[in-house]
């Protein structure tokens, strides 16, 4: 099964200021179509789950422009360019290149 | 507007039964996968199991094989997960969800409780 490693954990973000989150696949998760099915999710307190970038770097229709997702084969990672309040909670990683499809730890960001 | 609207979640003894429902709303709902998706109170994500269009394909997590079979009725847009044998290591809130053809979509359920107890 496919690990997804996140870090860190834990990110304590300054408002305004810029937050990034990394994720490593223990496989490489590019499909043969040439398309790579790497996901982050956001979940605020008490929430479902909201995709906020597919496919890598494709942002979810109604997600600001601060958030940004890139990299490639095992590594990746999502940027936040400037926190705001309202980006309070859990993020992760997922997979959907292999089955099962899996999630990273998340990673806990909040306002310092 | 799409909504998932999961139930059937509640207490149930270890060794006993339950089967959660999602009913469907606002996309076509015999065109796309359907998965279902837990989380343990205070804990992360883990997919449980997925099923086809068409509802002649499953896959479920190996945690779950053998207990758990998910189903749907196209008729109804309706989904199941017919949970057996359960467990206390099975408690969680559980979501059904999509993601429309090849991941372009995202759509969740509010999730369903379920608690498994003596």
């Known amino acids: 099964d496919v690990v997804m490693t996140q870090s860190p954990l834990s990110l304590p973000v300054t408002l305004g200021q810029p937050a990034s989150i990394s994720c490593r696949s223990s496989?490489?998760?590019?499909?043969?179509?040439?398309?790579?099915?790497l996901n982050w999710f956001q979940q605020r307190p008490g929430q479902s789950p909201r995709r906020l970038i597919y496919?890598?770097?494709n942002r979810d229709s109604g997600v600001p422009d601060r958030f940004s997702g890139s990299g490639s084969g095992t590594d990746f990672t999502l940027k936040i360019s400037r926190v705001e309040a309202e980006d309070v909670g859990v993020y992760y990683c997922?997979?959907?290149?292999?089955?099962?499809?899996?999630f990273g730890q998340g990673t806990v960001l909040e306002i310092k | 507007e799409v909504q998932l609207v999961e139930s059937g979640g509640g207490l149930v003894q270890p060794g006993g039964s339950l089967r959660l429902s999602c009913a469907a709303s606002g996309f076509t709902f015999s065109s796309y996968w359907m998965h279902w998706v837990r989380q343990a109170p205070g804990k992360g994500l883990v997919w449980v199991s997925r099923i086809n269009s068409d509802g002649s394909y499953t896959t479920n997590a190996d945690s779950v094989k053998g207990r758990f079979t998910i189903s749907r009725d196209n008729a109804k847009n309706t989904l199941y997960l017919q949970m057996n044998s359960l467990r206390a290591d099975d408690t969680a809130v559980y979501y059904c969800a999509t993601f429309g053809t090849d991941w372009y979509l995202s759509y969740w359920g509010q999730g369903t409780l379920v608690t498994v107890s003596s």
């Open positions: 997922m997979q959907g290149t292999h089955w099962p499809h899996s």
């Open positions: 496989q490489g998760l590019l499909r043969s179509d040439g398309t790579t099915d």
């Open positions: 496919k890598v770097s």
